[in-house]
């Protein structure tokens, strides 16, 4: 699957928020396709369970995802 740009992933994630899609598995793919584009594994809580006050907006939501930093965890070597 291809890697979204910023831009590709706003917008994705605006047809999320306003329930754009025509079914169920349309939603599933776009999931998909934003998990495959971030490494942040909490990019759906922040557009579907953001409870800050004001809401994240989707170029936030984007841009918190895109500077996610994974945890390189080192062993014995």
């Known amino acids: 699957m291809e890697k979204l740009n910023r831009q590709q ?6 047809h999320l928020r306003r329930g754009d ?3 169920e598995d349309i939603e599933d ?3 998909a396709q934003i998990h495959a584009s ?16 004001p809401p994240l907006t989707s170029e ?3 841009d918190k995802a895109l500077s996610y930093k994974s945890i390189a965890l080192g062993g014995p070597e």
């Open 60 to 62: 936030q939501i984007v």
């Open 29 to 31: 793919q776009w999931v």
């Open 38 to 53: 971030v490494a942040d594994p909490n990019i759906i809580d922040y557009i579907f369970h953001d409870f800050s006050t």
């Open 21 to 23: 899609a025509e079914n």
């Open 9 to 14: 992933l706003v917008e994705l994630i605006e």
